[in-house]
């Protein structure tokens, strides 16, 4: 069970969370539980460690270091009742702060911040979280333990802020976690891992949903559950459309493609784990625990909609290159993405013309600028002939696996957006047909939105709770 940074927030809701661990390890489960920091607390690290390296003054690290502390501590009141449970917590966490203050004071003396110091400065997040945790739950009576992911066996490559894990950390998770899971509820540090040489290093923003899918899997759990502060996996944001409803039942391949499409329910790499030891996924929600939220599995379940979900992607820029000299001209396109990615910039969608002279791509709004840049400084008028960005874009995606072989959804999103007067700038659809994707203006992509929220009529009960309509595909 992962419990998310809102999830984590303050003490009484670390409180709360404990209880209802206590509450299922005593119906007979054994559980591993996945901690988030604070909620909002890895980005004043982040903040912290930036401020550090511009402003270099070191009262201002002992302002956040007091920050810090006092609101640990404050959590740690309101979680734990036992005093001495309390105070060995207390003294942990002073002992961390103080190296989190050793190492920000370095790098205001160093002036600079290097991606590893980045991801040991993010990992305190959960590393104060994790003890306070632990605690609250052997203030109810139950034994725990906690782990930095590292400990718990999380080995990884090297590539700070985006680890990935290497092969033997299932075997190395089972052999740390899985003599234990009898005695007691062992609490692992969410977001976090370490490389062979035993530094620590990070799994990406939101990563504590990986770390607890890949824990799922070395330990080779029958659920990996994943609590969040909203109801499961919704088939849109319902800040967009307030009819929005829960997904009751999605597959591993959606809710996959619904996380690379900003629905931002999901560290886009939780599922790879999950699935390779075909673990159920559930995203229920902390503060309304009787409700069942969403279950990803498995099996591709064709419910009465084909489209199960609608997500929209703001701050995107759309970069068009254009130059009849593309046309034939072999590499182009190679060239393009070469150096897109050696600048590390990622591309969201790709579209190009069977004339082939015109190749259009999404980036993240953040990166247009270098795009344009490196693809200026690479082409100067060779070839291209122009390369021109638009920002006042969104992207809106289609996502659903029963799209896969239905003729006509084409027809209902194109028909349903055209009756609205929505422009289409761009249109890409990935050939395990799951997914539409769909470049519309910024003005625009909120009426997009809700136009094929309602078009595929996402506000009414989809009935995929496997009633005898279901055909599996
Ligand atoms: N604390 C990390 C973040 O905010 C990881 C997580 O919450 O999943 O990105
Ligand atoms: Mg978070």
């Given at each position: 069970m992962k419990f998310g940074g809102s999830s984590v927030g303050d003490g009484n809701k670390i409180r709360h969370v404990a209880g209802l661990l206590k509450e299922y390890y005593e119906k007979g489960n054994q559980i591993v539980a996945v901690t988030s920091a604070l909620g909002g607390l890895t980005d004043m690290l982040m903040e912290n460690a930036h401020l550090a390296t511009t402003k270099g003054k070191v009262s201002l690290v002992k302002e956040f270091k007091t920050e810090l502390t006092t609101k640990h501590h404050e959590a740690v009141k309101n979680a734990i009742d036992d005093p001495k449970i309390a105070e060995g917590v207390l003294q942990i966490l002073d002992l961390r702060i103080d190296e989190l203050e050793k190492a920000l004071i370095g790098i205001c003396y160093l002036g600079e911040l290097t991606p590893r110091s980045v991801d040991y400065i993010s990992s305190y997040g959960e590393r104060l979280?994790?003890?306070?945790?632990?605690?609250?739950?052997?203030?109810?009576?139950?034994?725990?333990?906690?782990?930095?992911?590292?400990?718990a066996g999380i080995i990884t490559t090297n590539d700070y802020g985006n680890a990935r894990p290497l092969e033997k950390t299932y075997e190395t998770v089972e052999k740390r976690l899985g003599l234990r899971l009898d005695s007691e509820i062992q609490v692992v540090t969410g977001f976090i891992g370490e490389n062979e040489d035993g530094i620590i290093t990070t799994l990406g923003r939101s990563g504590s949903d990986f770390s607890a899918s890949i824990i799922g899997a070395g330990i080779k759990a029958d659920e990996i559950w994943l609590w969040k502060e909203v109801n499961g996996i919704m088939t849109t944001d319902p800040r967009i459309v307030p009819e929005a409803r829960t997904i009751p039942q999605i597959s591993y391949s959606e809710a996959m493609e619904l996380s690379y499409f900003g629905a931002n329910v999901?560290?886009?790499?939780?599922?790879?784990?999950?699935?390779?030891?075909?673990i159920p996924v559930r995203v229920k929600n902390t503060f309304d625990p009787a409700f069942p939220g969403t279950l990803v599995v498995a099996d591709k379940v064709r419910c009465r909609h084909v489209v199960k979900a609608v997500s929209l992607i703001k701050n995107v820029a759309l970069i068009n290159i254009t130059g009849a000299d593309m046309a034939g001209t072999v590499g182009t396109v190679a060239r393009v993405f070469t150096v897109l990615a050696s600048s590390g910039i990622n591309i969201i969608m790709i579209s190009q013309s069977s004339s082939e002279s015109n190749l259009s791509f999404v980036v993240s709004e953040s990166q247009a600028n270098d795009a344009l840049k490196v693809l200026r400084a690479e082409f100067e008028r060779y070839v291209v002939r122009e390369i021109t960005s638009d920002r006042e874009v969104c992207v809106v995606a289609v996502v659903g696996a029963g799209m896969a072989g239905t003729p006509g959804v084409a027809k209902r999103v194109f028909g349903s957006l055209?009756?609205?007067?929505?422009?289409?700038?761009?249109?890409?659809?990935?050939?395990?047909?799951?997914?539409?994707?769909?470049?519309?203006?910024?003005?625009?992509?909120?009426?997009?939105?809700?136009?094929?929220?309602?078009?595929?009529?996402?506000?009414?009960?989809?009935?995929?709770y496997g009633t005898g309509n279901d055909i599996d595909l």
């Open positions: 979280a994790a003890p306070i945790l632990s605690g609250a739950i052997r203030s109810l009576g139950i034994g725990s333990t906690e782990y930095t992911g590292g400990e999901l560290h886009p790499k939780t599922i790879e784990p999950a699935m390779r030891e075909h055209g009756d609205a007067m929505i422009n289409i700038i761009m249109i890409s659809q990935g050939s395990s047909e799951y997914n539409i994707s769909l470049v519309v203006k910024e003005a625009e992509a909120i009426s997009a939105v809700e136009t094929l929220h309602k078009e595929f009529e996402l506000h009414k009960n989809n009935g995929n």
